[in-house]
Every structure is written in C-alpha cells, then in structure tokens.
C-alpha cells in the first residue's frame, strides 16, 4: 500500500517539477511578479559568484538544476557551487570572512545568526526584501521568525526548521495486533502511556523484543518539545533570561524519565535492544517513533510496505502539542561578499523561487518554508500524511531568540543524561543546565 503511495507521489513531483516545466513557469512570467528580476543589477556584466552549500550526493544534481535555471534567468552571472561538509562548514565561513575573502552566498543554520550578525559577519535583507517584495507572510512563520535577530531579517530560510521533533510515526500493523486502534495515534501522555504498555513485548529473560516508544531528550531539542507540550518555557521573550528549571519543565522531564524506567525498564535496557534490533522502527520491532518530518522518506523509502500513520507528539492533559524550532537552514549575503547585488538575486532565487524553494525541496519530499508552496493541494491529493506534517509545522513554536543558540546544542544531551541515567533527579539536572547556560548567556553579553 505504502509503496504505491510513495510511487504515485515521487511521480507527480517529478513529474511537475521537471526542468522543462519549470522554465514554462518562468516564460509566463512567474519570476517578474515575485520581484525575482534582477531589478538593481542594470549593468550586466559579467559576474562570478561563490555559493557555500552542504547539499552533497545526490543533492548535488538537484542543486545544479536550480543553479542552472537561475543562470538561465540571468545570463551574466556564473555560480560556482562548492560542496563543505558540516563539521567544516562554520569554520570556513568564519575564517573567510574575517580574512576579507568570503563566499558571495553563504549556507547557515539560524540559530548561527545572532552570533555572526552582531559580529557584523552578514548582511541585513530587509532593504533588499522591501525592494523586491519580498514579504514576511509568505514563510511559514516558525520559518521566518527564526531568520530575524533584534528586528533585523540576515537570513531567508530554505529548508524548513519546523515539525523536526513533533511528529509521532506509528506501525499500525503493531497496533492492530496489539488490540490497539489503527485509526489514531496516541494524542495525550496518558495515551502514548496506555499504548506503549500495551505494545511492550519481553523475552523470557525479561528483556525487551519489541518496544512501544522510546521517550528521549537527546536530539533535535526533543526535550523542550516535550516541555513546550505540557506547557513549559524556554526563556522570556527577549532572550535574557533562561527559564530551564522552570517547574513544568522539571514536571516534563520527571514524566519522561519515569516512562523511561517503569514501561521500559531503564536507559541500560533500551540501549541493548537498540544495540541488538536496529533500526528498530525500520524492521518493525519498534512501533512508534517520535520524530520530525525529515523522518517520514527515510521510512518510506527503508521500509515501503509498512502500513505506517503519522500523528503529532502527544502533549499533556489541559494543554496542545507542539514543536519547538530554533531555526533550521538558510542562506546569507557575508559582509565583504564582492556582488552584493547579484548574492541577493541567488539568495532570492534559492529561497522564493519555483525551482529553488519548491521543487528542490519536494523532490526530496520536504516540506518548503514558503507557505504556498507547501499547501498546494496537489501535494495533499498525493500525500496521505502531507495534513499532518503541514499541522506540525503550523504549531511548531520558535525558541525566544537568544545568541548562544549554537553552543547550548552541543552540551545539551551532556546535561540532561543524567537524569535519565539515575545519577541526578531531574531537577537537579535542569537547575544545573540553567546555572551553566546563563552564565554563559550573561558572559555573551559582557563581552
């Protein structure tokens, strides 16, 4: 069933989004009505840009249709597309830049800007937006609220930041031999509880052979996720203050490390049955897996004959799921870029237009940060779980804007391990997490 559904869908993408058809787009004039013209760059001369991306293997062929289109459209200008890696990626960019040398077009990570622009690394958009007609609306608004620090818009989003840890994937096939309904996935705690329970299996040793869902904090800011749905707090609204070991938070993270050691015998355990069953989603001895929308090809495309749903991350009795976004992918302009001017018409182009921010991200069944692309209704009609997705995305929350971002997601898992491993109480853990990471918030803005 799902593999049919993958097919007919993977079809129509491709088959809507061919080179042929997007360039019929541009011939009736689609580009001239969204200001994608090179309105400011009246000379024409000969321009070579640089564009930093980390869209490697097969992206790379989908990167060059959209790079191709776009010098198609403006005939004096040749983009050099170089491929980093993203251990590497930050690092060039900071060194380029400080040494007067960047790339004219820049690939960052949202939570990167705070840092980069009151260093005076990037450079605003706004003017630039306003000229062209560029508006806020057109982004799904965890999308854009993300791409602006203190009023100012540095970055135009592209891969959407939003629905990455609010999606609940489920094996109805498990359910239905559980006694479970197929028809719903688990929409409160005590739901997720319930089923979880229910669809535990254990060998004759007591070890687990199939597991309902694993509860974890350690990726994609899972556990503010968590927080955000049993109404929770990550800092105030202008980022000064943390609000980490706040008590609905404290009440989370007890909830979740409670469900780790009494329905799943404890993080030692869960660690041998993943050891032993991976990718356990995947092979069907997991059934349930909380993840974000990314997730949803990956198992289509491992496990096509899975009777799969997909529902949101259940939330707390009295309160409504939701994900939580810190930012997601996007491109910059870098200070001292060479072509200020034609950086924007890439920016713009990879951003806003059919073949960049449509049908590049679609052909990998992904979600676009502008708002019309992803609603069309041909994407709904081909896609079963395309409503779910679109809904997480619309509830997902950006994280108060706070210019350490980058650095909290690296110790993040450091911290919160403890409370799941027994050595700390959860809150404990948080009013350690919240002492660190002020201090380091408080040392960010004396310097």
Partial sequence: MMQNVIGSFHNKLIKRATLGAVSGLLLLGIVTSLGWAASAATKNEPVQLSLWTIWDGDRVPLMQRVLDEFMAEYSWIKVDHIVLSSSERYEKFVISTAGGAPPDVMMLGREEIPAVADKGMVLPLDEYMRRDGIGKDMFFPAEIETAVWKGTT??????????????????????????????????????????????????????????????????????????????????????RKLLFNSEKNIETLEWMVNFTNELNRGVDELTRFNRVYRNAFFTERKAME?????RLFQIMSSNPNMDLGVGLLPHNDGYESHGVTEGGWGYVIPRNAAHPEESWLLVKWLTTSEVGARWFMFVQGRPSPVRRYSLDRSYFTSNPHWPTIIQAMETSVPLPRIPIEDRLKQVESRFLTPAFSGTMAPRQVLDEYQRYAQALLEEYYAQ
């Fill in 154 to 239: 540095y970055i135009l989003p592209h891969a959407t930041g939003s629905a990455g840890n609010n999606l609940l994937y489920f094996n109805k096939e498990m359910f239905r031999n559980s006694g479970l309904d197929d028809t719903k996935s688990p929409k409160t705690w005590t739901d997720l509880w319930n089923a979880a329970k229910m669809l535990n299996r254990y060998g004759e040793n007591g070890t687990l052979t199939q597991l309902g869902v694993e509860v974890n904090a350690l990726a994609n800011r899972r556990f503010f996720a968590w927080a955000y749905s049993n109404g929770g707090s990550y800092a105030t609204e202008d980022g």
């Fill in 290 to 294: 909380i993840s974000g929308a990314f």
